[in-house]
Nanobody, 124 residues
Framework: QVQLVESGGGLVQAGGSLRLSCAASGRTFSRNKGWFRQAPGKEREFVGGISWSAGRTYYADSVKGRFTISRDNAKNTVYLQMNGLKPEDTAVYYC??????????????????WGQGTQVTVSS
């Protein structure tokens, strides 16, 4: 059984940094790892991710150059380093795992397993 546990959210001033962690258990090697976020009244959106096949990272245009995804295979953990945070980054952030062996996708419907979510609040 695959499980995801997130940590690292919090309150930060604009321009500050946070690092989110997503610790996974179970079979995760051949699953894409994604980060999504959902702000109040808005749909869940793709933030970034890493493909299982090539280890390539992908980012939404809104976070490119500010957010960085990395992974520690030994710990089966994926990180989202967020720098230069803006008030519009305020949301609940979720990590997710895709279907086993699936092609890369930014669509949330292609992700089967989700973390519990962690709140990130950026004050102006």
């Amino acid at each position: 059984q695959v499980q995801l546990v997130e940590s690292g959210g919090g309150l930060v001033q604009a321009g500050g940094s946070l690092r989110l962690s997503c610790a996974a258990s179970g079979r995760t090697f051949s699953r894409n790892k994604g980060w999504f976020r959902q702000a109040p009244g808005k749909e869940r959106e793709f933030v970034g991710g890493i493909s299982w096949s090539a280890g390539r990272t992908y980012y939404a245009d809104s976070v490119k150059g500010r957010f960085t995804i990395s992974r520690d295979n030994a710990k089966n953990t994926v990180y989202l380093q967020m720098n230069g945070l803006k008030p519009e980054d305020t949301a609940v952030y979720y990590c997710a795992l895709s279907r086993d062996g699936s092609r890369w996708s930014t669509e949330s419907t292609n992700y089967d397993y989700w973390g519990q979510g962690t709140q990130v609040t950026v004050s102006s």
